[in-house]
């Protein structure tokens, strides 16, 4: 059974950085599928952030992408998200999900984490 | 990017009776349309996907239909275990976009 779990700090100062770890187990990384961020807010709903392939072929949220990073380390079973500059904006919670693409759509998710709640605040 | 609108923001429907939720794009996204039900406290689990084919695991009651730029998700006999929000997703263009999401709620 794939399982993905989030960690990292709940809160986060303004125009500081989010730095969110994701762990899969149940499924080797680096046998395939996209793994990314989703992320949840009262105000915008669902928000794809950004997906990576265990190759390094990344796609990601053109309304985030300046401060947006995601990175993946298959030997560890684990991927991460950075998002710099934080504003109070950023608020939601984060859920990390695997992602399947087809070859002529986009991304669907099929596994998900249970998402952190990730508050920015002075 | 592409907008999804559900119609409903809430629907009240009673045990046992069949709940029927919408979803449109804003353009095209031909069958490239899943649907997620998500319990509070919990993530999206994933229903439909290809707008009618369901996921490993969903119970037969879920039925997805629709193509192009309306898209249905019936469920066909409510049970108390299907009280929850329900998205639709698009991933016919980048960047995958969600609905706003419809509230399923005890009538």
């Known amino acids: 059974q794939v399982q993905l779990q989030e960690s990292g700090p709940g809160i986060v100062k303004p125009l500081e950085t989010l730095s969110l770890t994701c762990s899969v187990s149940g499924y080797s990384i680096n046998t395939g599928y996209y793994w990314g961020w989703i992320r949840q807010s009262p105000g915008k709903g669902l928000e794809w952030i950004g997906s990576m392939y265990h190759s390094g072929k990344t796609y990601d949220n053109p309304s985030l992408r300046s401060r947006v990073t995601v990175s993946v380390h298959t030997s560890m079973q684990k991927f991460f998200l950075n998002v710099t500059s934080v504003t109070a904006a950023d608020t939601a919670v984060y859920f990390c999900?695997?992602?399947?693409?087809?070859?002529?759509?986009?991304?669907?998710?099929?596994?998900w984490g249970q998402g952190i709640l990730v508050t920015v605040s002075a | 990017e592409i907008v999804m609108t559900q119609s409903s923001v809430t629907l009240s429907v009673s045990p046992g009776e069949r709940a029927t939720l919408s979803c449109r794009a804003s353009?095209?996204?031909?069958?490239?349309l899943a649907w997620y039900q998500q319990k509070r406290g919990q993530a999206p689990r994933l229903l439909v996907y290809g707008a009618s084919t369901r996921a490993a695991g969903i119970p037969g009651r879920f039925s997805g239909s629709g193509s192009e730029t309306e898209f249905t998700l019936t469920i066909s006999s409510l049970q108390s275990e299907d009280y929850a929000v329900y998205y639709c997703?698009?991933?016919?263009?980048?960047?995958?976009?969600f609905g706003q999401g419809t509230r399923v709620e005890i009538k």
């Open positions: 997703q698009q991933y016919n263009a980048w960047p995958p976009s």
């Open positions: 353009q095209s996204v031909t069958t490239n």
């Open positions: 999900a695997r992602g399947v693409l087809g070859p002529t759509s986009t991304l669907v998710f099929d596994y």
